[in-house]
């Protein structure tokens, strides 16, 4: 397709890596221009996601059904009930072991990082993040629970791309840009609200 940077003959991983380089790289050009006009590549990406969906669709790796499929299955639902009831560190095991069984279900690894972050193991949760990025890019909730933890940890800067991108994966929802604001003034809604304030200014608006 012209004007993207991916095409119908890539792999499925150069096709997400492709994907979250164009999402990393409006961020950053956002930044050295301190996010003014950041809120309006939001609609604009949305054409770019749309472009990306179908080919997603049809690269997706879909994992055999075979024992190591359905141990791992086995698994990841008995993590999922030992989360639910608050038992986070063997809820982790078992989306670990689930991960491990069959690594390209991003379900497992984003499972495994809202478990890590639970009981305060941001490294490896955002290496669990990352990975069930890395299979599915255009979910805003694993670029949020990113950004999440690297605030957590004090890596500031990562976490407000992690919001922004969040936003630009789910255009629609503007929390993702409250949480890199607080983090980074500068952000989208500040210049928003300037641009409000001139026109109040321009015609005597109260």
């Known amino acids: 397709m012209p004007g993207l940077d991916f095409n119908e003959n890539m792999s499925f991983e150069e096709l997400c890596d492709s994907y979250i380089k164009r999402l990393r790289s409006i961020v950053e050009k956002a930044k050295e221009k301190d996010w003014k006009g950041f809120l309006h590549h939001g609609s604009s990406f949305r054409k ?3 472009a990306f969906i179908p080919l997603y669709s049809q690269k997706k790796p879909r994992p055999k059904v075979d024992e190591n499929f359905e ?5 990841f639902k008995l993590g999922k009930k030992l989360y639910y009831q608050g038992n986070y560190r063997e809820a982790a095991e078992r989306f670990q072991r689930a991960a ?3 690594p390209q279900k991003h379900t497992y690894h984003g499972f495994l990082g809202l478990a890590l972050k639970r009981i305060g193991s941001h490294d490896a ?3 669990a993040f990352e990975k069930a990025i890395s299979l599915y890019p255009l979910s ?3 670029w949020m629970n990113l950004g999440e933890c690297l605030r957590e940890m004090g ?3 990562r976490a407000v791309e992690a919001f922004a991108i969040a936003y630009l994966v789910e255009p629609s929802d503007l929390e993702p840009i409250k949480r890199a604001e607080m983090l980074d003034p500068r952000v989208g809604i500040s210049g928003k609200r300037e641009k409000r304030g001139f026109l109040k200014r321009l015609f005597g608006l109260k």
Request: charged fraction near 40%; avoid cysteine; proline fraction near 0%.
């Open 48 to 50: 770019i996601t749309d």
């Open 71 to 75: 141990a791992a299955e086995r698994e």
């Open 100 to 102: 491990s069984l069959v």
């Open 125 to 127: 949760a955002v290496k």
């Open 140 to 142: 805003r909730d694993y």
């Open 155 to 157: 890596a500031k800067a």
